[in-house]
């Protein structure tokens, strides 16, 4: 189904960090971005369509707009907004957006860190654009920092700030599909695996939550009004946004899910683990039985490696690519 | 990140160094009565009760120079010396083993367990001293009220502290590569089989359920391994059945430890950048790391017995050897504590920089008379 590419290798190893991986498609100049995370340094590294040209740059987690620091970074992401995109980095300190590049820093926010250290880690996490130029990134108190972005420029303002959540935020996403009639634009988890569903506006609405069954939910993705969800205990669930009636329940790894991604267009589903594996599945809604379904496509062993970053690299899911803790290199598939 | 990482990454590999500690003094022949002296002043310094709340403090996780410091203290707080080179691969030996204990984990929260099955073999090693076992029950007592009740997604936010700490390190250790569990290239061999962790279940199964929570359908697929169902939870009491092997001494059969220096150049670029960056924060480290030790009983060796020397390897000759063929970007850089001029207005910290530097250079002097007198003793064998 799936075969391995030439690999391409980044400056320093993935460090152990949920979505581990971030990647922009620029179809209109035959490159693609990729990120990956190591302690306080971002490796950003563009190859080009044929696979023969790659460019690497590195930036590191900063204090304020110029300080640079050995704060980690826990966290990197594309946000591709409707006339923009911004390349969003949330670390110990705080968040930082660049242009997409990496080249400019258009935007700090500091966190609030208490003057003596306390036993409960400060750190932002969770990153997702949402409908009509927000920015949505987590924190480890639980809080939602909602941002709203101008097309252009450095203007861009906290907007709302949404505490639905006591526990820290593990993962963000906004709906993946492009259709309108879906009214769910966002989903947010922590680490006691509750799932917040909203809708995005000037005020963010609350319109579901899903109470956790009893593991951390580190992974979440939003497609077509399913809420995917990937669990410490190596499960997968697909819940409905709205009404929260869970659809289909996958023992889908033997170690706690990592990273999750959608390839919009078709629908495949691809989830990464401490377990070594890859697993891409499809998903599907059956519109007269109501239900949707998922099921499982191919696998991929990623030998003697804990999986922390996975993502299609483009929207019909015909390519992924993966990164692994002490790993310098990003592992490319493509299907055959 | 986690603030609670120092206390397990500092017991975990205490543990570690004692298991290696024990085996090289069985395996020199080293009287009884003097090894037994060794473990009991390094426990006892390890699990004194200042040093203990200074590493309980909420904190974020020392470097690894500072940490390796605070090691090399702990390894020459008794009558035992080891030169640079067995002090070295000592090191390599616990850092490796505690991050294949790590990655290894089945769950974050086993992490906990790991390190009851440390607390427990130490306590096996003083079972004779019981106020020594009464500091390290108190610590023991502290980790389960600290630790056992965190929630699983802090207890992973700990094991990703732990893991940047030990990113890219790749020492390969020979007790592990014959044992299968390191590959040639350093690193560790993941298991696609065996029980899942509590709480999981075995991958395969896929259930489909309509909008009034019935299940429709369920459908297989191969889950790519051979995996068991999970072991029975292990304890997490003061005593208990810990269940996990991981934590427990690999040594005991008495085999020669080898470390390998070659093979690990591919990732000495990132290596060789940490630690040769300047350290704007070293000299807060220091104090930071003073502070530590200001509870610390060193004892001096100028005591009833003369010091001897612990070699980590076969012979003499291998050590030296080890020293000169050690790559520049492996060396741990050890800070030497000095009394600065500018000293924290702080009284207790400036007091214990004059103890740190008496002590200092009494072991410095320590060090040579103990060579002379085991060269004596050899001499008179």
Known sequence: MYRKEKSIQIKSSASALYSNLSVLPIPEKSLTYFTVVHGNVLNMVSASGDGLNFSHRQLQSKEGSITASS?????????????RVLLVLTSQKGIQMYESDGSIMVYWHALDIPETPSAQAVFARGIAAARGNFICVGTSSGSLLVFDVPSKGTNIT???????????????ASEVSSNKEYIADLVSTDDSGLLCVWKAGEDFKLLNKIPA?????????????????GYSSGQIRLYDALSGVMYAEVNAHARWIYALDIASDSGKLLSGAEDSLVRIWKLSKSTETNTAEIEHLHTECVTDIQICGAKFCDGEGSAFAVTGYDLSEIIRYTQI | MSMRTLPLLFINLGGEMLYILDQRLRAQNIPGDKAKKVMNDIITTMFNKKFMEELFKPQELYSKKALRTVFDRLAHASIMRLNQASMDKLYDLMTM????????????KDILLVSFNHMDAIKEFIRDSPSILNQVDETFRQLIEIYSCLPAGEFQLIRQTLLIFFQDMHIRVSIFLKDKVQNSNGRFVLPTSGPVPCGTEIPGLIRI??????????????????????LREGSFDLYGDRVIKLGTNMYSVSRPVETHMSGTSKNSASHTKENASPNPLAKEELNLLARLLGGLDIKKPVDVDPGFRVNLFATDEEEQEAAVLRPPELSYQVINIQATQDQQTNDMLARIMGEFKEDGQASQSMLSKGDDLLAMMDGLE
């Open chain 2, 97 to 108: 083993a505690f991050k294949y204990q790590v990655l290894l984990c089945p769950r974050p």
């Open chain 1, 71 to 83: 704060s980690l970074i826990m966290q990197a992401s594309w946000c591709v907004l409707p006339s």
């Open chain 1, 213 to 229: 069954y009893g593991c951390t939910c580190s992974s979440v993705m939003l497609w077509t009004g399913i809420v995917v969800a």
């Open chain 1, 158 to 172: 906290l907007s709302e700030v949404l505490e639905e959540h006591r526990e820290p935020i593990t993962d963000i």
């Open chain 2, 209 to 230: 359920f309509n909008c009034n929570g019935e299940e429709l359908k369920r459908t297989e697929f191969p889950s790519g391994g051979h995996y068991t169902s999970s």
